[in-house]
Nanobody, 119 residues
Framework: QAQLVESGGGLVQAGGSLRLSCAASGSIFNIVAMGWYRQAPGKQRELVANITSGTNTNYADSVKGRFTISRDNAKNTVYLEMNSLKPEDTAVYYC?????????????WGKGTLVTVSS
């Protein structure tokens, strides 16, 4: 069964940078889109950025100009480069992918990785 595994979270000071990675594995035929969501304590999960099978990207207004999403199709991996981090970026970041697999087409989620930005 397909799964998504995130890495790269951690503690960083405001103004710093982190790079998140998410690798998709399993019997994957096609990846339509991959992206990142985040959920801060007491708040709803929100889209951070996503990227289609080509190079079309979409960003939340709050991260435009600071975060960059990219994708390595050969490795089935999506990255999120986060710069100029702010305390309000603190959240659990979840990888999301729309996958076509041996079991069918569906929406998959990783378990999340915690990003903490200290002031």
């Amino acid at each position: 069964q397909a799964q998504l595994v995130e890495s790269g979270g951690g503690l960083v000071q405001a103004g710093g940078s982190l790079r998140l990675s998410c690798a998709a594995s399993g019997s994957i035929f096609n990846i339509v889109a991959m992206g990142w969501y985040r959920q801060a304590p007491g708040k709803q999960r929100e889209l951070v950025a996503n990227i289609t099978s080509g190079t079309n990207t979409n960003y939340a207004d709050s991260v435009k100009g600071r975060f960059t999403i990219s994708r390595d199709n050969a490795k089935n991996t999506v990255y999120l480069e986060m710069n100029s981090l702010k305390p309000e970026d603190t959240a659990v970041y979840y990888c999301n992918a729309d996958l076509s697999t041996a079991e069918g087409t569906g929406d998959y989620w990783g378990k999340g990785t915690l990003v903490t930005v200290s002031s």
